[in-house]
């Protein structure tokens, strides 16, 4: 079982940043998508920002130009950078491995309060 440690959300005001990590159990090259995942309260949960074994990124449009994610394979962890942070951005924010299509793992989220 992989276990995904995750770190850094918190309250930030309107326009500060935060960095979100994740710490995977397992080494990430196992993995052939990484990603962060956000959840508001009575919306459904939806993609921030994936990057792929090949180093390639994908972000939502509301978070391009705000948002970066990275991973350090040495230390199994990828990151989200958040600048810019928006009071519409808060919410509960999961970290997403996928090994396979039926290999899939989810952190236990972290929440990111921003203050407008």
């Known amino acids: 079982q992989v276990q995904l440690a995750e770190s850094g959300g918190g309250l930030v005001q309107a326009g500060g940043s935060l960095r979100l990590s994740c710490a995977a159990s397992?080494?990430?090259?196992?993995?052939?998508?990484m990603g962060w995942y956000r959840q508001a309260p009575g919306k459904q949960r939806e993609l921030v920002a994936v990057?792929?074994?090949?180093?390639?990124?994908n972000y939502a449009d509301s978070v391009k130009g705000r948002f970066t994610i990275s991973r350090d394979i040495a230390k199994n962890t990828v990151y989200l950078q958040m600048n810019s942070l928006k009071p519409e951005d808060a919410a509960v924010y999961y970290c997403?491995?996928?090994?396979?299509?039926?290999?899939?793992?989810w952190g236990q989220g972290t929440q990111v309060t921003v203050s407008a």
């Open positions: 990057i792929s074994s090949g180093g390639n990124t």
């Open positions: 397992v080494e990430i090259f196992n993995f052939n998508v």
């Open positions: 997403y491995v996928r090994a396979s299509i039926v290999r899939q793992y």
